[in-house]
């Protein structure tokens, strides 16, 4: 038997079965189907969506991640969604307010911990004055002049305000839906009512008859109008009820029932909303992101020994991280009804998803497990990135009036984003070549002058894409405000991007530089292509501002310094015998197996 | 025996070691330009660093501009003819090279386009309230000074003066009348103040501008500021003085004289290009998706009336789908006064399709390029079979080998 076939095979079939797992729904939770719960239908953020994913999104904006631990159990999102809504008393004592800057702790009187960032609405409560009149205050501050201070303030008002209006969208704090319904005929309940509207987050109501989706205050007002009773607002009422009660039975019987309501109002939409709840579940993208780093520790193995078989291992790993990453991309096209790239945090996963096929190519063509090894890092690091910018919220969010074109966001869009991918994925073969030079010493002229091909390959392949996706993006703005150019900071990044690649194919071609300066120059090419990318969205002008962001600010000039530290590695020349190499690989290198 | 002058001339103008120089230099001046926006503005910088030959700078505490770094026109120059001349010295005139050839063409087309634009690109706007018909457009950067006669209803008889006219100072006879405009002061921007009491006024003895003092401020280019014009003038014809009046941008109230039976208001405001055709909007649409306030669509339905053609019709300007008419493209640009005024942005590019001809022509000669290179890749595989990892990348390999091959004769060539 050949295991070095079977053990790789197994490996990554095994990865792709465990990032599949979670398609199964999980069992019920102490008898309530909290399964059936999160696949009910609401309209929030202009589109309609699963609970799920306003229970996710919710709690990874307020807290940062999307589980906590409270009574020493873990509460998942639409646990803690129904305890915000029908258990308020309890959801306040919860844990889910991270706070990390000590100025607005200590505005509260709280001393910043080393042990604890995360504090509950009553831990908050006795401040809510203070922080309504800061944070009020901030925000007329332009949001890119805001001090540490007033960005930490606004922001953390905008979070208790979203906790807020979830709290007051089924019900009225305290006053649970059944009451409201039966106070319906009072003549304070208008006023209620009016409340309720203006907090309402999402509408939950589906449409009967003309109507459309409507909020829960939506249907108390028709109703006090003298209209008959929207039938979901009573069993979203004995839904509220039966989970304050713990009544796990008449809790699945009213799902039941929604569930019905919702087939009869917009049974066509339903198909997709529960294929969201499947995504939710599943989270290919972090999926893909934990292979993707086993693939690494595999291959940094094989550097000890078992080359070949752990090799191999590391390459299933990879093409399973591969295909799962694939099918999250495929899901989201088909979820949305969008292209790929929609915003900020789908191009971090189109981006990783194109470096990590390119690096598959290079691997099959070249077989020196750098292909691997690039492949990886990149796609865990780009995966990374999106993890972090999907913290801003619904990733899925409708686009704006003048970026609704499904044509320029498939041509446009995708082919720039698939330049970024090439000139990211030379700057880690670059970054490879440059670690093997100088800290493995295992650099033999053959491999070097593979890599310094590959580079050259990737750049030209960058140039052509990086310059039809900017010229593209040119036409879009012809057709859509008038000007082929006019010089806006996206523009100009993706300009810089097209002009790095043009110099450095012409110096190569000049033999001006060798393999030495196309590697240090390949590695520059990642501070422009993440300059591009992200500092136009800091600069805060322009048509483009797709992707907004606040604090990646150091982020950014982190990666930027690492990546001159790598530059200046390139640069070093190699120490010991075989430093003639550099010299001599000016022109392209010969294809060997 | 050493090479000639112009042999000499000739290989500068298209080395290669310039076209690096130069596509560094405009990554700077991009970068800058870049950098430049967040307090300039777009405009301001773009003029700055982009449309001038030379960028300049200013030395603290004096009135004088030194040239520090070369501008974009500059730079734009020197590529364009780096790469026409290496493109006619280096490239042999072959089918082999001929996807190069068209692929530098379309480059260099490119670069005359942008010129194109930057010297004969107008852009003006078109602010419509709903059931308004105009027929004119405004130049949002630009001012004129403008007399107009009243006098007939229903029609209106103008007499502009430029924003260069008033810049220079001096009278201006106003053809067909024995009108004299006397423009004492222009200020591009200006602050209006009321006069204190005692305080001495700037000659203004008409009109509301009596009571006013124009204060003259930095001009602004920033995105979204606009320039506060200000005008002194005398006006006169013959032996009848009108007096001095101040106009400005700022003004609300009408201000006018009457000369020889005729009313002629006095105003200073946007620059204005009449048609030949006059736009009515019918109704302007702002659609959002529902429970949001992110906007869906913005559209403006509006009729075109064209009496020279003639010409009757209703079109609907959304995003991404403006209207082209006479020479103009109308776009969607922005809205305001509780969605009831449309606001279009206007502009006439003679050379608008020139980047589309260019893209057209750099994309057939890769593509080109690329069959051909893949052509002979092809060949060569066939007459010496590479080992190439498994038979799947086959494919694959012919590509690279094809872009190596590429390289190899950009190298040697």
Redesign the interface.
Known sequence: MNWNKIIPWTVGLAAIAAALAGVVPPAPSRGFDLAAFSRLPVLEGGRLKPLDSVARNALLVIRGNQSFSFEGRTVKPNEWLLDVMFRPARADKQPVFVINDPEVLGMMGYEQKATNRYYTFEDLKPHLQVIQEQGSTAQRVDSKQRTRFQAAISNLLDRVFLYYRLKNTLQLDAASLGSLLKGAGSPQAGAVFDEMASLAYFRPLPPVGTARWRSVAEGLKALMAGDAPAPALDAYARLGAAWAAGTPEAFNTSLVQLRSLSLAGAAAELGSVDAETVFNRVQPFYAGMVIYVLALLVLFTSWLGRRELLQATALALLTSGAIVHTAGLLSRIVLQGRPPVTNLYSSAVFVGWGTVVMGLLLERIYRRGVGTAVAAASGFASLIVAHHLAADGDTMEMMRAVLDSNFWLATHVVIITIGYSGTFLAGAIAIAWALRQHLARTLEPGTSRALSSMVYGVICFSLLFSFTGTVLGGIWADQSWGRFWGWDPKENGALLIVLWCAVILHARWGGYVRERGIMAMAVGGNIITSLSWFGVNMLGVGLHSYGFMDNAFWALAGFCASQLVFVALCLVPRRGPAQRTSSTAGEAAPISA | MSKSRTARIWEALSS??V??GT??V??AL??A???A??NMG?LG??NAY?RSWFVWWQVPGTAFSVAVFPGGVLAGAVLLVNLSVATLRRLELSWRKSGLWLTHAGLIL?VV??FV?ALA?V?SRLSIEQGQTLNFVERPREYELALVDTSEPGFEGVYAIPESRLQAGGTVGLPGTDLVVDVKRFMLNAELRRRAEGEAGQGVDRGVGAGVVAEPQAPVTR?DAENQPAAIVEISAGRSRYGTWLASTQLGAPQSIVHGGKNYQLLLRNRREYLPYAVTLKKFSHD?????N?????SSLVHLSNPTVPEERDILIF??Q?LRYGGK?F?Q?SFGRGDTLSIL???D?PG?LI??L??AL??LG?LVHFVLSLRRGVKRAAAAP?????A??GA??QV??A??E???A??EG
């Open positions: 290669l070691k076209t690096i596509l560094l405009l990554m991009v970068v330009c870049t950098l926006q967040v777009t910088a773009v982009v490119l386009g942008e634009t690109q852009e995105d959002v998706y529902p429970g949001t992110i906007p869906k669509n913005f995003m991404n403006p493209a776009y640009a942005q206007v502009v590019n608008w980047p589309y260019s893209c750099v994309t890769l590479v080992v190439v990892a498994g799947g990348a694959v390999a690279v080998s872009v190596q590429h390289a190899q950009q190298a």
